[in-house]
């Protein structure tokens, strides 16, 4: 290995100096603090991460200034790399980072494996291990890591998504490895009914004092399920300047949503507009993969003896959230003592068979691919083709948006679905057909020259018709 000059460290200085002007002096503190390195080689730069979180983001959100810096510093272009050294993510205690000073949001996650993590990390984050990981959570599981190991760096964390999937999970679980690791930091769990009804009776018990200093003073605040402050008017103003007061003292605030920031309109503009200045992480549903790890673990737990073709079965067959699996794996195990028998497929298709029938959703998407060919008269399985022509690729967007509307389908599961695409393939289709409904606008291509609102409704008109 070739070693590092003089001059090396030198113009790594100079670029750190531009790359500061660049990104602005907080978020660099924040991202290429003492948390990052970087090493220059042979005119090529390589930039060190602590985790698989932070190379993500400085490579999606960061290169171009990166390379900009290089430019200018060195004169010429310069090959920028990215590399995770375990050896960075050491924990900071009350460290003075940044918070950003745009808003951040966390791409979303790819089908990839996670890597794999060191044993220190393992050690220290022990107490989410039993969190199922999949490409839906996959980067608010690290979120959570990352704020344990550095509270007040990505502040406020909000985690967003439906009932079942793992907020309260992880905001337990950060509370935990928190405690566990920095026996000095003061941390409270609330859920939004708790803190408006602390605060109220702060406010009427003339405690209102007191109640500031308790819980503006602590390290991390969490608040979940934040949705229930709608209407709320002096919890919400209090609320506000709680958050401000985390900001200025670079504290560590956690919220959790069941839908994002931007769909949080009726908390009003100020309290959307500080949620969306922090790290937004979405959490989708889980799709079959993650809950068939979900099976296993929580088999593990109960020390139930679950062959692998029964928690296929489960995972395949459940589709609702984390607690319905649970529930199927207690009915398992209670039909098994009943009955006196071991737990196998056949045990489970007549143990499960009632609430298999509950569960299944009143539309799938067979049922919304059917509607929507039959509704712009298009051969069956067109929907699923590769044709990229408008007369196809219109009414393929709309199938997607409507099964992001009306079934609990993962978006990897919507993307295979219609034609073997891609999950960020169904986040673009969302985003067009709410860009069409914003615009009034006709469907180009359909021959029908009907606008977004009338196909929804013919389509959802024949889903209900069925």
């Given at each position: 290995?070739?070693?590092?000059?003089?001059?090396?460290?030198e113009?790594?200085?100079?670029?750190?100096?531009?790359?500061?002007?660049?990104?602005?002096?907080?978020?660099?503190?924040?991202?290429?603090?003492?948390?990052?390195?970087?090493?220059?080689?042979?005119?090529?730069?390589?930039?060190?991460v602590?985790?698989?979180?932070?190379?993500?983001?400085?490579?999606?959100?960061?290169?171009?200034?990166?390379?900009?810096?290089?430019?200018?510093?060195l004169?010429?272009?310069?090959?920028?790399?990215?590399?995770?050294?375990?050896?960075?993510?050491?924990?900071?205690?009350?460290?003075?980072g940044?918070?950003?000073?745009?808003?951040?949001?966390?791409?979303?996650?790819?089908?990839?494996?996670?890597?794999?993590?060191?044993g220190?990390?393992?050690?220290?984050?022990?107490?989410?291990?039993?969190?199922?990981?999949?490409?839906?959570?996959?980067?608010?599981?690290?979120?959570?890591?990352?704020?344990?190991?550095?509270?007040?760096?990505?502040?406020?964390?909000?985690?967003?998504?439906?009932?079942?999937?793992?907020?309260?999970?992880?905001?337990?679980?950060?509370?935990?490895?928190?405690?566990?690791?920095?026996?000095?930091?003061?941390?409270?769990?609330?859920?939004?009914?708790?803190?408006?009804?602390?605060?109220?009776?702060?406010?009427?018990?003339?405690?209102?004092?007191?109640?500031?200093?308790?819980?503006?003073?602590?390290?991390?605040?969490?608040?979940?399920?934040?949705?229930?402050?709608?209407?709320?008017?002096?919890?919400?103003?209090?609320?506000?300047?709680?958050?401000d007061?985390?900001?200025?003292?670079?504290?560590?605030?956690?919220?959790?949503?069941?839908?994002?920031?931007?769909?949080?309109?009726?908390?009003?503009?100020?309290?959307?507009?500080?949620?969306?200045?922090?790290?937004?992480?979405?959490?989708?549903?889980?799709?079959?993969?993650?809950?068939?790890?979900?099976v296993?673990?929580?088999?593990?737990?109960?020390?139930?003896?679950?062959?692998?073709?029964?928690?296929?079965?489960?995972?395949?067959?459940?589709h609702?959230?984390?607690?319905?699996?649970?529930?199927?794996?207690?009915?398992?195990?209670?039909a098994?003592?009943?009955?006196?028998?071991?737990?196998?497929?056949?045990?489970?298709?007549?143990?499960?068979?009632?609430?298999?029938?509950?569960?299944?959703?009143?539309?799938?998407?067979?049922?919304?691919?059917?509607?929507?060919?039959?509704?712009?008269?298009?051969?069956?399985?067109?929907?699923?083709?590769?044709?990229?022509?408008?007369?196809?690729?219109?009414?393929?967007?709309?199938?997607?948006?409507?099964?992001?509307?009306?079934?609990?389908?993962?978006?990897?599961?919507?993307?295979?679905?219609?034609?073997r695409?891609?999950?960020?393939?169904?986040?673009?289709?969302?985003?067009?057909?709410?860009?069409?409904?914003?615009?009034?606008?006709?469907?180009?291509?359909?021959?029908?020259?009907?606008?977004?609102?009338?196909?929804?409704?013919?389509?959802?008109?024949?889903?209900?018709?069925?």
């Open positions: 290995m070739q070693e590092v000059t003089r001059d090396d460290m113009i790594v200085s100079a670029l750190q100096l531009a790359l500061a002007d660049k990104v602005g002096q907080e978020r660099f503190e924040l991202w290429f603090g003492a948390n990052t390195r970087l090493d220059l080689r042979d005119d090529a730069l390589t930039v060190c602590p985790n698989q979180f932070f190379q993500d983001w400085l490579r999606k959100n960061f290169r171009q200034q990166i390379e900009a810096a290089c430019e200018e510093t004169g010429k272009a310069a090959p920028v790399m990215f590399r995770v050294d375990p050896s960075l993510d050491a924990p900071t205690v009350k460290a003075p940044m918070r950003p000073a745009a808003p951040v949001q966390v791409p979303p996650a790819r089908a990839s494996a996670p890597p794999e993590p060191s220190e990390m393992r050690r220290r984050f022990a107490a989410l291990d039993s969190f199922a990981v999949g490409p839906a959570n996959r980067l608010a599981h690290v979120a959570v890591q990352t704020v344990a190991a550095r509270l007040g760096q990505s502040s406020p964390l909000v985690l967003c998504g439906p009932t079942g999937v793992g907020k309260t999970h992880l905001l337990e679980g950060l509370l935990t490895e928190t405690r566990r690791t920095q026996a000095r930091c003061q941390a409270v769990y609330l859920s939004a009914e708790q803190f408006t009804t602390l605060f109220l009776g702060a406010l009427h018990g003339s405690g209102l004092p007191s109640f500031r200093r308790k819980y503006r003073g602590l390290d991390l605040l969490i608040v979940d399920d934040i949705q229930f402050l709608a209407g709320k008017k002096a919890t919400l103003v209090e609320l506000l300047h709680t958050i007061t985390f900001s200025r003292e670079r504290r560590q605030l956690v919220f959790a949503a069941d839908r994002p920031p931007a769909e949080l309109g009726h908390l009003g503009p100020e309290l959307v507009t500080r949620l969306q200045g922090g790290l937004v992480c979405n959490i989708e549903p889980p799709d079959c993969e993650t809950r068939l790890g979900i296993r673990q929580m088999a593990a737990r109960f020390e139930m003896d679950v062959p692998a073709d029964v928690q296929a079965y489960v995972a395949a067959n459940l609702s959230h984390a607690r319905e699996l649970a529930g199927a794996l207690n009915r398992l195990h209670a098994s003592l009943a009955w006196q028998r071991p737990i196998t497929l056949a045990l489970a298709e007549e143990a499960l068979a009632e609430m298999l029938r509950h569960s299944t959703r009143s539309v799938r998407l067979a049922d919304i691919e059917q509607a929507v060919c039959q509704v712009f008269g298009l051969e069956p399985q067109s929907l699923q083709s590769g044709r990229k022509g408008k007369q196809v690729s219109h009414p393929r967007m709309l199938a997607m948006w409507l099964a992001r509307k009306h079934t609990r389908a993962a978006l990897s599961e919507i993307g295979y679905y219609f034609g695409r891609s999950h960020s393939t169904v986040i673009s289709a969302q985003k067009k057909v709410n860009a069409w409904m914003a615009d009034r606008a006709p469907l180009d291509g359909v021959q029908s020259g009907w606008n977004i609102e009338e196909a929804i409704r013919k389509v959802e008109q024949t889903l209900l018709a069925g």
